[in-house]
């Protein structure tokens, strides 16, 4: 009988055990898994008949592995809304991280409630995207075409009306995130914060790669 510390999939080590049967000159004979209380009975073989049948029961213990992957959390424009929907988010026992856009009504009044909560703040930058439509976006958007004061300007009013951030996110920009004069202007900006930057996951190119490893 195996205590297997939770965090990983039964599937999982079920797979590990039995990948090395080679080395052994066993096989699984048998292999049943019900549910994670009553656990995973693998029954194995030998070839050579002399040798015993071994039962192996899986069961989960009450431990965690402490070096498993991680899952984030991350809620892209969060709404703050006067309701039990909102409460029970920011109430949310486990880290979330929420994204807020700058312009945004009550967008300061969230990320201070939000700060209250314990919950990590990134801002959603709206950036130009690609095709360029902007009917979707509200309030300042940086451009491929703005000079390094403009950008400057909409990044200082961004940190400003979202007090607290960890981290930085394009919000939309499949244009910006390909140039690196604008990209590299972002990145020297926030680094300074301490601030890390979180690539939206819908753009599969772009120049970020080759820029953060150079901050």
């Known amino acids: 009988i195996a205590s297997i510390p939770r965090g990983r999939p039964m599937e999982w080590i079920v797979w590990v055990v039995t990948s090395k049967l080679d080395q052994t000159g066993y096989f699984v004979?048998?292999?049943?898994?019900?549910?994670?209380?009553?656990?995973?009975r693998i029954q194995f073989k030998c070839k050579d008949k002399s040798y015993p049948v071994v039962i192996l029961h899986l069961l989960r213990s009450s431990t965690y592995f402490s070096h498993t992957a991680k899952m984030a959390?991350?809620?892209?424009?969060?709404?703050f809304q006067?309701?039990?929907?909102?409460?029970?988010?920011?109430?949310?026992?486990e880290p979330i991280t929420i994204g807020l856009i700058p312009s945004?009504?009550?967008?300061?009044w969230t990320a201070q409630?939000?700060?209250?909560?314990?919950?990590?703040?990134?801002?959603m930058l709206p950036m130009e995207p690609m095709?360029?439509?902007?009917?979707?976006?509200?309030?300042?958007?940086?451009?491929?075409?703005?000079?390094e004061e403009r950008i400057?300007?909409?990044?200082?009013?961004?940190?400003?009306?979202?007090?607290?951030?960890?981290?930085?996110?394009?919000?939309f920009g499949s244009s910006i995130i390909n140039d690196s004069r604008v990209m590299s202007l972002v990145f020297s900006v926030f680094t300074s914060k301490k601030a890390y930057f979180l690539l939206n996951p819908q753009l599969h190119r772009s120049s970020i790669a080759s820029i953060a490893a150079k901050y």
């Open 113 to 123: 409630i939000a700060n209250e909560y314990k919950k990590e703040i990134v801002i």
């Open 73 to 79: 959390i991350f809620i892209e424009d969060f709404g």
């Open 152 to 171: 400057r300007k909409i990044l200082s009013e961004s940190m400003e009306a979202i007090p607290h951030f960890s981290g930085i996110s394009n919000y």
């Open 104 to 108: 945004k009504k009550l967008t300061t």
């Open 131 to 147: 095709p360029v439509k902007l009917s979707k976006q509200t309030g300042p958007i940086i451009m491929v075409h703005y000079p």
């Open 29 to 40: 004979e048998d292999c049943f898994y019900e549910n994670d209380v009553k656990g995973c």
């Open 82 to 93: 006067a309701d039990q929907k909102t409460v029970e988010y920011l109430s949310f026992s």
